[in-house]
């Protein structure tokens, strides 16, 4: 998964844009003191804290200053919450550098937090009286580097199938596809001369075709780590069927992120894209979900997770930086989890948040669904920025070049 890819290419959005159900949360930041050892507001009355973000949209910026201001105020600390612009990463490596990082920083877990970690710029959370207790453990294993606890995931983002109810309709699908074939299957039977049966990515060079990949590849069983493994092999050969089929157009190879646009645009029947898509409100046509099918009914659908997380750099000076992480532990309330999924479409970290999240969104089960059995592609390093591209050039290979899956596999893995 190319997860260094920011949500600047989705779908901005109001913070009226979020769904009707979100009034019962209007105003609901759950923003009472922490109930941890990490202190009370007589501790850190007067303390000033920074910190920063790079989540430069709304609602989610105008979200999240309101939850650390509330918070602040409750805690009798001051916080200066910044939203930054630009390149992220190296504002975040050039104040480690010169030792000027913030209180607070909220990084993704793919990279910036395991960079940061193995610099030992960042605090063990652990120490500070934060826990991961209400998370599944492939969220709280986001948070961490080297089995110590360095972030505290607030949120996290996969990916399931999105399709076009009246389409699925007029071809008759009356069950959601669970495997390949009836994928296959949904995608052909949904082919018109006016639209295709699905739209993805095949672009190379901006992470998004390695994206969507990535969960068919899992849900096959594969080993994202093995190009030549049997799960790969049916990942690439089930885009060489659509392809074949006349259900997933030629160009897919020319289409990035933006190519669910074809989707939205009514030119295909069913995309795969993450939860932002929940709060789009500008589709004019009646949407439903499902989980990323898996390879036959004896696999299990699974996805890449990317995450979000809060982290207390190091200040040497004990008191803010417990101060850091009861403002952390508040911000990550329940109710304010709640409210930022609902508003702003990603997956809450909690577990009994994510139920809260279904029970006002339902088509955003399909996302919560594969959390528990989800996959950190952090955990292959640098080495997953070699693999996406060689992922990328047996699907071109395959599709374009029709060769077989497993030759397309195998010359990428030698190459």
């Known amino acids: 998964m190319s997860t260094s890819r920011t949500r600047a290419t989705r779908v901005a959005l109001s913070a009226a844009a979020g769904v009707a159900s979100v009034v019962l949360l ?16 007589d501790d850190f009355e007067g303390v000033e804290l920074t910190s920063w973000s790079s989540i430069d949209f709304d609602p989610y910026q105008t979200l999240q200053k309101e939850y650390f201001e509330k918070c602040a105020a409750d805690l009798g600390i001051t916080i200066d919450a910044q939203t930054l612009s630009g390149d992220y990463t190296t504002s975040l490596l050039q104040a480690a ?27 063990d959370l652990d ?25 505290l995931p ?40 006016d639209h295709y049966g699905i739209a993805l990515p095949g672009i190379a060079g901006d992470g998004s075709t390695s994206s969507y990949f990535l969960p068919f590849l899992l849900s096959a069983g594969g080993d994202p780590a093995d190009l030549t493994s049997d799960g790969a092999v049916a990942a690439v050969d089930l885009y060489k069927t659509l392809v074949d089929d006349g259900s997933l157009s030629k160009e897919f190879v020319n289409w990035g992120w933006d190519g669910i646009d074809q989707w939205k645009s009514g030119k295909a029947a069913i995309t795969v894209s993450g939860p932002w898509n929940l709060v789009d409100t500008s589709l004019d046509f009646e949407y439903g979900t499902f989980s990323v099918p ?20 190091v200040q040497g000076d004990e008191k803010r930086e417990k101060a850091a992480a009861a403002l952390i532990e508040c911000r990550a309330s329940e109710e304010n989890q709640v409210d930022t999924a ?27 669904t594969p959390v528990a059995n989800a996959f950190n592609p952090a955990t292959l390093g640098t080495e997953w920025s070699a693999l ?15 060769v077989s899956a497993e030759e397309a596999l195998s010359k990428a893995d030698q190459g």
């Open 388 to 402: 996406q591209a060689k992922y990328v050039d047996a699907l071109q290979n395959a599709t374009v070049n029709g």
């Open 154 to 193: 607030t949120q996290v983002e996969d990916y399931s199938v999105f399709y076009n109810k009246a389409y699925f309709e007029e071809a008759g699908i009356t069950e959601l596809p669970t495997t390949f074939d009836e994928l296959i299957a949904a995608a052909k039977a949904t082919t018109t001369a």
């Open 26 to 41: 209007a105003g609901c930041t759950g923003s009472s003191a922490p109930s941890s050892s990490s202190g009370d507001a």
């Open 97 to 123: 550098s010169s030792k000027s990082l913030p209180d607070i920083a909220l990084v993704n877990t793919d990279t910036q937090l395991p960079t940061l970690a193995a610099q030992g710029v960042l605090s």
């Open 342 to 368: 609902v508003q702003g479409g990603y997956v809450p970290a909690l577990t009994s948040a994510q139920d809260a999240f279904v029970a006002e969104v339902p088509a955003a089960e399909a996302f919560v």
């Open 127 to 151: 120490s500070l009286g934060l826990t991961t207790d209400g998370l599944a453990e492939p969220v709280a294993a986001l948070g961490e580097y080297e089995d110590t606890l360095y972030g």
């Open 294 to 313: 898996a390879a036959t009914s004896a696999d299990e659908s699974s996805v890449g997770l990317l995450g979000y997380a809060y982290t207390v750099p």
